[in-house]
T-cell receptor
Framework: GENVEQHPSTLSVQEGDSAVIKCTYSDSASNYFPWYKQELGKRPQLIID?????GEKKDQRIAVTLNKTAKHFSLHITETQPEDSAVYFCAASSNYGQNFVFGPGTRLSVLP | SAVISQKPSRDICQRGTSLTIQCQVD?????MFWYRQQPGQSLTLIATANQGSEATYESGFVIDKFPISRPNLTFSTLTVSNMSPEDSSIYLCSVGVQGREAFFGQGTRLTVV
């Protein structure tokens, strides 16, 4: 089955700096890769996603890149703000939104 | 998008008892999913609930412990049976919309004492 690894497990950055979180997956059949943000005590919420036929996607300060050959994808957050502090989960799915396998999560702290 | 109502939001239960968690969606969906999120951990899929058929359980989860109902296309329940302290966790339901992202309910924080 699919296995998703995520690094780093914790990340601290100064406000205004960039943050990068990386994930690798094992199943070459995976074709959909969402990123979720989970604030303390709240439900995970989608922040950006990418499909296997796209190499990069950007939405304001957030971008995701995908390398299908190497089976890894990354989340990039620029100009970080304190409200970006949360746990971020990557996930992989081989059926466009079903059977998600989540990475272990990255706790991002943006220091003022 | 989908609006998912999950209840209860939290509960404290005695060991050996059972708790049923309900998940209501504002639109019809083919598949609903149940996840467990242990403290400080990631989300682990328990089972996939299809309307009109038995749920499909992931490795490590069994129907006797986590029976699931899916009576229609907008509703599902997950029961945590014969609870022990190790079952203390957050349980989340989710749905996939248009074959894309998963939307999550607000979760049920279960504490077993």
């Amino acid at each position: 089955g699919e296995n998703v690894e995520q690094h780093p497990s914790t990340l601290s950055v100064q406000e205004g700096d960039s943050a990068v979180i990386k994930c690798t997956y094992s199943d070459s059949a995976s074709n959909y890769f969402p990123w979720y943000k989970q604030e303390l005590g709240k439900r995970p919420q989608l922040i950006i996603d990418i499909r296997s036929n796209v190499g990069e996607k950007k939405d304001q300060r957030i971008a995701v890149t995908l390398n299908k050959t190497a089976k890894h994808f990354s989340l990039h957050i620029t100009e970080t703000q304190p409200e970006d502090s949360a746990v971020y989960f990557c996930a992989a799915s081989s059926n466009y939104g079903q059977n998600f396998v989540f990475g272990p999560g990255t706790r991002l702290s943006v220091l003022p | 998008s989908a609006v998912i109502s999950q209840k209860p939001s939290r509960d404290i239960c005695q060991r050996g008892t059972s708790l049923t968690i309900q998940c209501q969606v504002d639109s019809q969906v083919t598949m609903m999913f149940w996840y467990r999120q242990q403290p400080g951990q990631s989300l682990t899929l328990i089972a996939t609930a299809n309307q009109g058929s038995e749920a499909t359980y992931e490795s490590g989860f069994v129907i006797d412990k986590f029976p699931i109902s899916r009576p229609n296309l907008t509703f599902s329940t997950l029961t945590v049976s014969n609870m022990s302290p190790e079952d203390s966790s957050i349980y989340l339901c989710s749905v996939g919309v248009q074959g894309r992202e998963a939307f999550f309910g607000q979760g049920t924080r279960l504490t077993v004492v």
